[in-house]
Structure formats: structure tokens, C-alpha cells
């Protein structure tokens, strides 16, 4: 029995993996429950993403991953080791070889993180690439051609926006502001607002349910129950789309001036593929309603969410895999 090989996508808000031959095995939420006192991991994952806020003070529920980097080292290699193990791909002499993404602009220390942890959680050769490239051939892009392509992929903690050509990037930006800080702004708002304390879930919710970042695209309403800061008791209060598009409006911002500043120092000839081609969404923040418009709009070029946004990088290392053997110019160590 061979080990396969496997590739990761090391997300900020969730793990994706994919194993050689069998495809996406495994997507669960970056977050690890830790008993402070004897520091044994308690749970991993969705398991543990359901005790978020809700646990005893013994217990934290530590989330090892901020930016789109390692934030905690040994949490980190916890959750790694145990998706890994939790999916039989190892031989019985031979350990898998591991792919994993990283944004563009991290340090050369933060990427020996990243290879530290994954060969401790019992991988034998790792590979790194870049998270947009990856990204953009999960999205169905030819990206070997001699042609422009751009992508934006939003995730929990970084978005990164690239555009490559001949196989590489030509220009990139990786900025932390996605998914999360989204969170933090509703949650921002409603407490200045409301004066109602909500927690990261209802945050995240009040996003998928009724959030957009197009004016006028959406208008929902949604019950939310939170503590109230007044008294002290909980609270139920309804909260609409509209409000949800002002309170985001600042945090998208960053992310259109990221994307322009990539376009305005593409050479010209791209520049011009890009406006045949569009822009390509990947991540799970092109779920949030209203996005392809907004950027669409602020872009003067069309703007696409690839079919599986979420699931673009992990399809790409499959991709990747498929054609390892061309890629180890990027091995680090």
C-alpha cells in the first residue's frame, strides 16, 4: 500500500483536502477545543466550531490560524495531524507527499511554519504554491497560456487578487481583510447600534442570511438574539439587509482599491485579456451577495463567481498533484 499524495488548502476559516484519486475527502472549520488545564485536544473541527462561545473556562476553542497565517504553532500541527490521520492516506512504509497553499505575501518564516507543521503531521515531500494560482486552476482557468487572468479569491482571513499569465503571477496583492473582518463589522455595528452583544456565529449568519455589499441589490430582514448591554438580559431585535451593506461598505472598499491597484500595474496586453475574460471570484467571501456586482461595476470589467467558489483551491491541488512532478522549483528545504 502506497501513500497517496494529498493537498491542502490551510484556510483561515476552514480545511479542505484533497486526496489523490478520491477528490475533496474532507472540509471542516480551522478551529481546535483545547482544555487549558492538562492543554489535551478536546475536539477538531466542526466538532469543535460548535463550541465557539460556548464553552466552560476551562475550555477555549482556539482558532490557529489569523490572516491566512500560523498564528499558533502546535495547535496547527494538532489539527493537521488529526485531519491527516482521520483519513488512512498514509502506507504502510511510505508517508504521502503534501501540497499546500499559502497567500501571496508571507514571509519566508511564516512558510517554514507552514512546512514545519505539515511535515510534523507526517507528510514526507512538501510542496508550496501560491493560494490565487491555485485558485484560479480550481476555477477552470487555463492559466499556461501566454494570456491575462485575474482572479480574486476572498477568504476567511486574507484576499488575495492576482493576475497571471504563462503559468505564474505577473502582479499580486494579498491584503487581510475577508470574510472575518465581515463578521466583525456586523457584530461592530449591531453593538454601537443596538447596544446588543452578539457572538462570531450570529455575525456570520446575519451575513449569509440577509448581507450584501450592493446597494439596493437586497432587502431581507432577519431576527437576531443577543445580550443586551443595558440590562444585561437577552434581547431579540430584527435587523435588514440595508443596514448590513452600510456597515460593510468601508471593509469592501479595501477590497476594490486592492483589485484596482493590481490592474493599474498589469501591463497593457493583459489588461486587455482581462476585459475579454473577466474576473474570476473564488473563496468563500464571493458567496456574499452582491460582490460580482459591486467589483463589476467599480472594475468596468465582468466580474464571475466560479461554480464552486469554496472549494477552488482544494480542486486546484488536485490539479496540482496530478502534475507534481513539474512543480519542484517551489519546494522549500
Known sequence: MFARDIGIDLGTANVLIHVKGRGIVLNEPSVVAIDKNTNRVLAVGEEARKMVGRTPGNIVAIRPLKDGVIADFDVTEAMLKHFINKL???????????????????????Q?????????????????????????IG???????????????????????AVLSMGDIV??????????????????????????LIGERTAENIK????????GSRSEEME????????GLPRTISVRSEEIEG??????????????????????????DIIDRGVILTGGGALLHGIDM????????????????????????????????????????
Open 171 to 196: 502582479t499580486s496583492s494579498s491584503i487581510k481583510m475577508a470574510g472575518d473582518k465581515f463578521d466583525n463589522e456586523i457584530l461592530q455595528y449591531i453593538k454601537r447600534q443596538y447596544k446588543l
Open 247 to 272: 456597515a460593510l461598505r468601508e471593509s469592501v472598499a479595501v477590497i476594490v482599491q486592492a483589485a484596482k491597484a493590481v490592474l493599474e500595474r498589469t501591463p497593457p496586453e493583459l489588461s486587455a
Open 112 to 136: 517554514k511554519a507552514i512546512k514545519e507543521a505539515a511535515e510534523k503531521s507526517g507528510g514526507k515531500k512538501i510542496y508550496l504554491e501560491e493560494e490565487p494560482k491555485v485558485a484560479a
Open 294 to 333: 459591486l467589483l463589476s461595476e467599480e472594475l468596468k470589467v465582468p466580474v464571475l463567481v466560479a461554480e464552486n467558489p469554496m472549494d477552488c483551491v482544494a480542486i486546484g491541488t488536485g490539479i496540482m498533484l496530478d502534475n507534481i512532478d513539474r512543480l519542484p522549483r517551489r519546494r522549500l528545504g
Open 88 to 110: 488512512n492516506v498514509k502506507g504502510f512504509l511510505s508517508k504521502p507527499r503534501i501540497l499546500i497553499c499559502c497567500p501571496t505575501n508571507i514571509t519566508s518564516v511564516e
Open 139 to 161: 476555477a477552470g482557468m487555463d492559466i499556461f497560456m501566454p494570456s491575462g487572468n485575474m482572479v480574486v479569491d476572498i477568504g476567511g482571513g486574507t484576499t488575495d487578487v
Open 224 to 231: 437576531i438574539r443577543g445580550r443586551d448591554m443595558v440590562s
Open 208 to 215: 449569509i442570511n440577509i448581507g450584501t455589499v450592493f446597494e
